[in-house]
């Protein structure tokens, strides 16, 4: 078979299996390195993310605020008409599913997870005041819409539209190194620096999902004996796995276009329905007048909260914190956005992935978080005691609670299931060349490699120390997404000036095949210049 070549004649050096391969020899020395001399691990680790958070807070303030920037200018922009494939293709999913799906990997369980639970934190402990008083309460729901807002999503955005521009739009593997191509080139970007890239993404992806299923694990336990009386042993949580995984990995072999798709609009569905039921059963009028209220501080101090660290501990444990989690997620989370999003215009695509979710997660924590701080100091400081039974804690203080958090248990188990599927499909997609549609035998068997290390880190207690160390890890994600938005300017300027227009919306009647060298010919003299 001819070797495929740039647009400069250059071999291209198509990598599979050495991606593969050198991706699980790290994920695995790493984590037998955890779990075989944790106290090694955990100091190394911890030491590393105080120091980034400590000496870089401002560095990931200010990053994860251009992205929300830079979200909100190309929507608005002329290029913003431009279509994520070709000029006539339509979206190859509806808008409900495509919300759907990308809100299920995008937050899912950590909805469920925080959704009471931060907002109590902050209302008993909150920055600067005394807790339990209004100020504290205004505070916890501003401050629980702030780390849950425009900044996370945004930072999704920016690799997502990256990588489905080049993906779509130029036909280009489904790899994170994808879009150095107009920065670097293709042989470079298909050399050792994108090699580099796309280990450590598939690294942050198993380390960050790992952590989070284990944790769901534990929280899905903990509903169970709190409601049921079931133990909480180290036998029902491999229960608990053992089906969750048969459950996500048939999702994931059957495709986007069908598990994942059908369970998503049940998570929505789940969603809404423990919404209006809290609406229905909880202080209504408050629900919505602290909607409204805390709507109106968090758009009126944006730009202030976007840019404010102080010398408090405070921020490294939660906007800091939350930060560099948001980052050690976008490398699953952007891929799985970028698959779903083909046949989008940009505009559609900020909308969906940036104000969408955005306004979700607002009502969300509103409802829940005024249900919470409504049952007072006492109840507050109990639920959060054990943010695992939190919500379980506040619901028994409703009628219909009892429902109410059945309901939630079902919501986090489908939620569970979303996102294991959802990485086991990124996974497959960035370890077989980027192939959109990767091989059931690569997908089985990351959904056995997530599931085999989040057994083997909860019980042997690793689950923090992963999460802490594949934040470090993915600290340099901040600088790819930063060169993200850079491709993306080049790109899209280049695009224009191959045609030679003025109007870019002339750009509908264009074939992408006709103009694909000419816009990274361009984009390379750019570079070279």
């Given at each position: 078979m001819e070797n495929k070549k740039d647009i400069n004649g250059n071999v291209i050096k198509e990598r599979g299996k050495e991606v593969f391969l050198i991706s699980l020899i790290v994920v695995f020395a790493i984590v037998i390195w955890g779990i075989s001399m944790p106290d090694s691990f955990s100091s190394i680790a911890d030491g590393l993310f105080n120091y980034l958070t400590i000496n870089f807070g401002w560095f990931y303030l200010f990053s994860m605020s251009l992205f929300v920037i830079f979200c909100i200018w190309v929507a608005l922009s002329k290029y913003g008409k431009i279509k994520l494939g070709k000029p006539d293709e339509e979206p190859e999913f509806s808008t409900i599913s495509w919300f759907a799906m990308l809100f299920s990997a995008g937050m899912g369980v950590g909805l469920v997870f925080w959704g009471v639970a931060e907002p109590l934190n902050h209302f008993v402990a909150p920055l600067g005041m005394a807790g339990g008083t209004k100020a504290a309460a205004d505070f916890a729901l501003k401050t629980s819409f702030f780390h849950w807002g425009l900044h996370p999503w945004a930072n999704y955005g920016v690799l997502a539209l990256a990588l489905a521009y080049m993906q779509f739009r130029h036909d280009k593997p489904a790899q994170i190194s994808s879009i150095f191509i107009p920065l670097i080139g293709e042989a470079k970007a298909r050399g050792g620096i994108g090699k580099f890239i796309d280990i450590l993404?598939?690294?942050?992806?198993?380390?960050?999902?790992?952590?989070s299923l284990g944790m769901a694990t534990l929280q899905v336990t903990s509903g169970f004996n709190f409601l049921f009386g079931v133990p909480e042993t180290d036998t029902v949580r491999l229960l608990v796995i053992a089906v969750?995984?048969?459950?996500?990995?048939i999702s994931a072999i059957t495709g986007v276009d069908k598990g994942i798709k059908y369970l998503s609009n049940v998570n929505i569905s789940l969603a809404g329905l423990i919404m209006l039921l809290c609406v229905i059963i909880g202080p209504t009028v408050l629900i919505f007048n602290n909607f409204t209220n805390s709507l109106g501080l968090y758009m009126?101090?944006?730009?202030?909260d976007s840019f404010k660290i102080g010398s408090e501990p405070w921020y490294g444990w939660w906007t800091i914190f939350y930060w560099a989690w948001w980052i050690a997620w976008a490398p699953f989370v952007a891929t799985f956005i970028a698959r779903i999003s083909r046949g989008r215009t940009i505009r559609e695509f900020i909308g969906g992935v940036l104000f969408a979710p955005t306004l979700a997660s607002?009502?969300?924590?509103?409802?829940?978080?005024?249900m919470g701080i409504e049952t007072g100091m006492e109840v507050a400081e109990e639920a959060i005691a054990t943010t695992e039974t939190a919500f379980f804690v506040v619901m028994q203080n409703y009628s219909y609670g009892g429902l109410i958090s059945i309901i939630a248990v079902v919501l986090l188990i489908t939620f569970f299931i979303t996102s294991a599927d959802s990485a086991t499909f990124v996974?497959?997609?960035?370890?077989?060349?980027?192939?959109?549609?990767?091989?059931?035998k690569r997908k089985i068997i990351w959904g056995v490699i997530q599931s085999g290390l989040a057994v083997a880190l909860m019980l042997s207690g690793g689950l923090g120390m992963l999460q802490t160390g594949s934040i470090v890890a993915a600290f340099p994600f901040a600088f790819i997404m930063l060169f993200a938005m850079w491709a993306i300017i080049k790109s899209l300027k280049a695009e224009e000036k191959a045609e030679g227009i003025v109007d870019i919306n002339a750009l509908a009647g264009v074939s992408i095949e006709e103009i694909d060298n000419d816009v990274l010919e361009t984009t390379e003299a750019a570079v070279k210049e």
């Open positions: 993404a598939i690294f942050a992806t198993v380390a960050g999902v790992a952590t969750i995984t048969i459950l996500f990995m009126s101090n944006l730009v202030r607002f009502v969300w924590f509103a409802i829940l978080g005024t996974l497959g997609m960035l370890s077989d060349k980027g192939n959109q549609n990767p091989t059931t």
